[in-house]
């Protein structure tokens, strides 16, 4: 088993550009989180989904978008990155919203 | 709302030394608690954790009791290894169901 897969592993963007993270699970797991993380930071939570076709906000959604159109996968969009969403994002699923979470390697993303 | 303090770090260590990493938190309720590690280059796992008051969580040789008199849940081992130099976090989950993580501590461990 693969468990959750995360692409890129690293990415420079400029000032304004977009781009899609991609992340998927293989455990077919009902629930899928997309967080960040901040140098001295815990993780905050960005956005989650449920399951395929709903998302809902967490503690730092602004400037992202997410979708879940399969079990499978939960893409997390930035449109117009800023300076401000450098951080290092994680991707992690569950199969109820009580177990464990697993947590994919990472993207590290800087925008310059 | 709910939060988690952790000490920071890096903390240094010598093979074979004890290890403790203090973690307090707040929260309504009963929370349950855990311990993540997360090895360089890769994502956080789940080390141990806690659901209730005076429960131990152990794993590897990591151990942190869930002490409610105190709300902390401090992570301690008694002769570390090289291989535990990693960055660990502690989380808890109360109401809604969602984690809340401390900022991370690393542990550098030296031969």
């Known amino acids: 088993n693969a468990g959750v897969t995360q692409t890129p592993k690293f990415r420079i963007l400029k000032i304004g550009q977009s781009m899609t993270l991609q992340c998927a699970q293989d455990?077919?797991?009902?629930?899928m989180y997309w967080y960040r993380q901040d140098p001295g930071m815990g993780l905050k939570l960005i956005y989650y989904?449920?399951?395929?076709?709903?998302?809902d906000k967490g503690e730092v959604p602004n400037g992202y978008n997410v979708s879940r159109s399969t079990t499978e996968d939960f893409p997390l969009r930035l449109e117009l990155a800023a300076p401000s969403q450098t951080s290092v994002y994680f991707c992690?699923?569950?199969?109820?919203?009580?177990?464990?979470?697993?947590f994919g390697p990472g993207t590290r993303l800087t925008v310059l | 709302g709910d939060s988690v303090t952790q000490m920071e770090g890096p903390v240094t260590l010598s093979e074979e030394a004890f290890l403790t990493i203090n973690c307090t938190y707040t929260?309504?309720?009963?929370?349950?608690l855990f311990w993540y590690v997360q090895y360089p280059g890769e994502g956080l796992q789940l080390l141990l954790k806690a659901t209730k008051a005076d429960d131990k969580g152990s794993n590897k040789g990591f151990e942190a009791t869930y002490r409610k008199e105190t709300t902390s849940f401090h992570l301690e081992k008694g002769s570390v290894q090289v291989s535990d130099s990693a960055v660990y976090f502690c989380a808890l989950r109360a109401r809604g169901n969602k984690l809340t993580f401390g900022g991370g501590t690393r542990v550098l461990v030296k031969p």
């Open positions: 992690a699923s569950s199969y109820l919203v009580e177990d464990t979470q697993y």
């Open positions: 455990m077919n797991h009902n629930y």
């Open positions: 989904s449920v399951g395929a076709g709903i998302t």
């Open positions: 929260a309504t309720g009963y929370p349950s």
